[in-house]
């Protein structure tokens, strides 16, 4: 994906190979945005599981002013596509008459602010001003466009959704032109309480009407294991320009805690890492031993009979089971939990049911008080209940093994974009 000047056109290019899997097919997509002295391109090479087809070329949006064209093919030979140019799709263009009407002209995926304004062509009559999203694999750009239209409206597109593995939507509501990063974040390990981890993502979303941006990461630590579930994009705003770090349940035992923010700027779900809410945890000495034992476990799903047992610190009392269920921001999943609590009948969320774009359940069992070193827990001693999509735990649900991660995540198939270093 590139933002040109038309003074470079016609484009040529170097593409390298690869060894498709059995059955699938070759493709190449080329689509041009031309928009007086710019030029937007969008090109595609690589393997496809699309069906076969000759040469297309179609024209989306006709001149003079503002026009798209693309081409695609597919094909099953070696090194079948094999198109070096931009030929097709351009030629240049005859002399135009300009009119009396002025346009201010962009083609950026940043801002239009400083955008020109341009004599538009006799046979343009309208100015244009939207926003474009187009999608392809996990890739995504948003693409701010103003230039001159032979009509009114909002209909760049003539209606056009897809141009091979392109998706593309429009948009000329100045409520709904929020873009976002997007997508969620998984990550098990020893130390996440104490080290940092890498929080971005390489997708955007354009928002609907009446819709923030939102980050939110959730932390969870039972001592020899913790959990960071992290998530970014669009959501209704529960509370617009708002940042909050909650710590739910805090030591000695297991830790929860949260951060969350939604705010009403292009990709302000920015955060970088997940020092974010490391760097406002409370740092205590590491508490002596004590006396007690607890099996400790942190799942998507539920925890086995099996679980490690350690040696709980010194100001804990009780062991903890139970389940947290969350949904939303491209999730939905329980988590099981076993560990070390102070406090037989504290909860590790005391009541939470939203934590940023998470609805959050807590499903407890018992806490357990042992007797002698070891503890028993209570077992559930029920089957196995898979949770439907949509569907929310009832509080008395037995959460069992078996139960497994639902995760609808927004980044698809892997990119097939072959990315252009972007002009300012």
Request: hydrophobic fraction near 35%; aromatic fraction near 4%.
């Amino acid at each position: 994906m590139s933002v040109k000047n038309a003074s470079e056109l016609p484009l040529q290019w170097t593409a390298g190979q690869k060894h498709c899997e059995e059955g699938w097919s070759c493709q190449e997509v080329l689509m041009l945005m031309e928009n007086g002295p710019y030029v937007y391109m969008v090109l595609i090479k690589g393997c496809t599981q699309a069906a076969d087809h000759e040469d297309l070329i179609t024209q989306h949006r006709a001149g003079p002013g503002l026009s798209i064209a693309s081409y695609t093919r597919v094909c099953r030979e070696d090194l079948c596509n094999h198109l070096f140019t931009s030929l097709p799709l351009w030629a240049p263009h005859p002399p135009t008459a300009l009119g009396s009407v002025r346009c201010p002209v962009c083609l950026s995926a940043q801002s239009c602010r400083s955008a020109a304004e341009l004599t538009c062509p006799a046979e343009s009559t309208h100015c244009y001003s939207g926003h474009l999203l187009l999608r392809a694999g996990n890739r995504s750009t948003h693409l701010r466009v103003q230039g001159c239209m032979s009509q009114a409206g909002c209909n760049l597109l003539n209606g056009t959704q897809e141009i091979g593995p392109i998706s593309l939507q429009e948009t000329c509501d100045s409520e709904a032109m929020l873009t976002c990063h997007r997508g969620i974040m998984l990550q098990t390990s020893q130390d996440l309480a104490q080290k940092p981890v890498t929080w971005s993502m390489n997708t955007e979303q354009l928002c609907n009407r009446g819709e923030v941006c939102q980050e939110t990461l959730l932390l969870i630590d039972v001592g020899p294991r913790s959990l960071l579930v992290g998530s970014k994009g669009c959501s209704k705003a529960r509370t617009p320009d708002s940042q909050a770090i909650s710590i739910h349940s805090g030591p000695p035992g297991v830790l929860v805690a949260s951060f969350a923010r939604f705010c009403t700027s292009d990709r302000c779900n920015s955060a970088a890492s997940s020092s974010v809410l490391l760097n406002s945890l409370p740092r205590p000495a590491a508490p002596a031993p004590g006396d007690l034992q607890c099996p400790t476990c942190l799942s998507f799903g539920s925890c086995t009979q099996n679980s490690d047992t350690v040696t709980c610190p010194k100001g804990t009392s009780h062991c903890y089971q139970g389940h947290i269920f969350l949904r939303g921001g491209g999730l939905s999943s329980p988590v099981g939990i076993q560990g070390c609590m102070a406090q037989p009948s504290s909860s590790l969320l005391n009541g939470t049911q939203n934590i940023g774009v998470f609805s959050v359940i807590e499903d407890r069992d018992e806490a357990i008080v042992p007797d002698g070193a070891a503890p028993t827990l209570v077992p559930d001693g029920a089957a196995p209940t898979p949770v439907p999509d949509g569907a929310a735990p009832a509080p008395y649900l037995a959460w069992v093994a078996g139960l497994g991660l639902s995760l609808a995540l927004w980044c698809g198939a892997p990119s097939l974009l072959t990315p252009f270093p972007h002009d300012s």
